[in-house]
């Protein structure tokens, strides 16, 4: 079965760090483009960054750029989010999203709470 965990969430305040992890188990990991978003309950999701799955490219939202860096370890099927310089506005579950495949599959994991404290 196709398994997207995402993991690493937590409770810290504004100034600090905390890095993301997405283990994906289930599809051939390099046929797919990874993606972090994030959704405040009542408020649309959030792309905050994504990794191409063609040629590595990466994409960051304005308001993470300089903060946030997406990397894969193909080895460990992991995708991870390091966030450092949190905010109160970074708070939100982050969801890990994988796109691709012959079919352009879209698979969801279950989020992660972060929460950032003033």
């Known amino acids: 079965d196709v398994q997207l965990q995402a993991s690493g969430g937590g409770l810290v305040q504004v100034g600090g760090y905390l890095r993301l992890s997405c283990a994906v188990s289930?599809?051939?990991?390099?046929?797919?483009?990874m993606s972090w978003i994030r959704q405040v309950p009542g408020k649309e999701r959030e792309v905050v960054s994504c990794t191409s799955k063609s040629d590595g490219s990466t994409y960051y939202a304005d308001s993470v750029k300089g903060r946030f860096t997406i990397s894969r370890d193909v080895a460990k099927n992991t995708v991870y989010l390091q966030m450092n310089s949190l905010k109160p506005e970074d708070t939100a579950v982050y969801y890990c999203?994988?796109?691709?495949?012959?079919?352009?599959?879209?698979?969801w994991g279950k989020g992660t709470l972060v929460t950032v404290s003033s």
């Open positions: 289930g599809i051939t990991f390099d046929d797919y483009a």
């Open positions: 999203n994988a796109k691709g495949g012959h079919m352009n599959m879209n698979y």
